[in-house]
T-cell receptor, first 115, second 115 residues
């Protein structure tokens, strides 16, 4: 158990809908990262937050957004869903954003299926 | 842009066989390098890392050496066990700059070890 929790574990929805994925980082971790894992694209970095502020953006679609709240949990919002958004979405957390000194701990993921 | 290339899987080995999974990277400069492992149904776990050239990361019998001359970070283990069956991801990350902290992953290599 990494200490990072993600809910829900599975999510099945229809095209055009909107969903929210939730992540609680390990106690004391300030940095949260979101990744998407799909068969065709592999594992891709989406977005990073550090202590409530957006720190870096990767290959995140405009239909997707995220935020980190004062209690440091984070939510990833996916809207106008398409079939191609079906994937495993991982959240990871670390003490800070200094990669050399901080390991990223991954949650178990949320499997999103868009029908 | 930065990228990581891993050998295609799946790799099937007998117990106690020698394992090598090749990983090369393309980047300007010298990023930190990582191997992550994903067991079935779980999130990713950090296996080992190296933050500068010629560093050797090691953990649980696995080793990888950061070779800047060949831009490689090959994963090796002298004697694999059935419990090593998993998907292995090579990744890079930057200490500084706009992309600091987030991981860039290879496609992953699935390893199956038979008794």
């Amino acid at each position: 158990d990494s200490g990072v929790t993600q809910t829900p574990k599975h999510l099945i929805t229809a095209t055009g809908q909107r969903v929210t994925l939730r992540c609680s980082p390990r106690s004391g971790d300030l940095s949260v990262y979101w990744y998407q894992q799909s068969l065709d694209q592999g594992l891709q970095f989406l977005i990073q937050y550090y202590n409530g502020e957006e720190r870096a953006k990767g290959n995140i679609l405009e239909r997707f957004s995220a935020q980190q709240f004062p209690d440091l949990h984070s939510e990833l919002n996916l809207s106008s869903l398409e079939l191609g958004d079906s994937a495993l979405y991982f959240c990871a957390s670390s003490r800070s954003d200094r990669v050399s000194y901080n390991e990223q701990f991954f949650g178990p993921g949320t499997r999103l299926t868009v029908l | 842009g930065d990228s990581v290339t891993q050998m295609e899987g799946p790799v099937t080995l007998s117990e106690e066989a020698f394992l090598t999974i090749n990983c090369t990277y393309t980047a300007t400069g010298y990023p930190s390098l990582f191997w992550y492992v994903q067991y079935p149904g779980e999130g990713l776990q950090l296996l080992l890392k190296a933050t500068k050239a010629d560093d050797k990361g090691s953990n649980k019998g696995f080793e990888a050496t950061y070779r800047k001359e060949t831009t490689s970070f090959h994963l090796e283990k002298g004697s694999v066990q059935v419990s090593d069956s998993a998907v292995y991801f090579c990744a890079l990350s930057w200490e500084y700059g706009g992309s600091q902290g987030n991981l860039i992953f290879g496609k992953g290599t699935k390893l199956s070890v038979k008794p």
